[in-house]
């Protein structure tokens, strides 16, 4: 399965973590490059971006991800729009 964690805090980077020491393909996007660095070595994929419209989702490849987590936490206007994309 290809995973895709929108938001790389506490939640996410651990998520991303278990996710790729179970073998799974992992994509992590955040828009912070330090989160980036602290989980590049660990995931398939991780790209610095802020996912603002289906654009943006479209430009990482969302349709090729099986599943989506969003774990923004300090944005919840940010984490609804993204799910209603």
């Given at each position: 399965m290809k995973f895709c964690i929108i938001g790389l805090g506490r939640f996410g980077k651990q998520l991303a973590k278990s996710l790729s020491e179970h073998n799974a393909e992992v994509l992590a996007i955040d828009s912070d490059e330090h989160e980036i660095a602290g989980v590049q070595n660990y995931v398939t994929q991780a790209i610095c971006t802020e996912i603002i419209d289906t654009a943006s989702l479209e430009a990482i490849g969302?349709?090729?991800?099986d599943v989506a987590i969003i774990g923004i936490g300090e944005n919840i206007a940010q984490s609804i729009l993204i799910a209603a994309i």
């Amino acid at each position: 399965m290809k995973f895709c964690i929108i938001g790389l805090g506490r939640f996410g980077k651990q998520l991303a973590k278990s996710l790729s020491e179970h073998n799974a393909e992992v994509l992590a996007i955040d828009s912070d490059e330090h989160e980036i660095a602290g989980v590049q070595n660990y995931v398939t994929q991780a790209i610095c971006t802020e996912i603002i419209d289906t654009a943006s989702l479209e430009a990482i490849g969302i349709e090729n991800i099986d599943v989506a987590i969003i774990g923004i936490g300090e944005n919840i206007a940010q984490s609804i729009l993204i799910a209603a994309i």
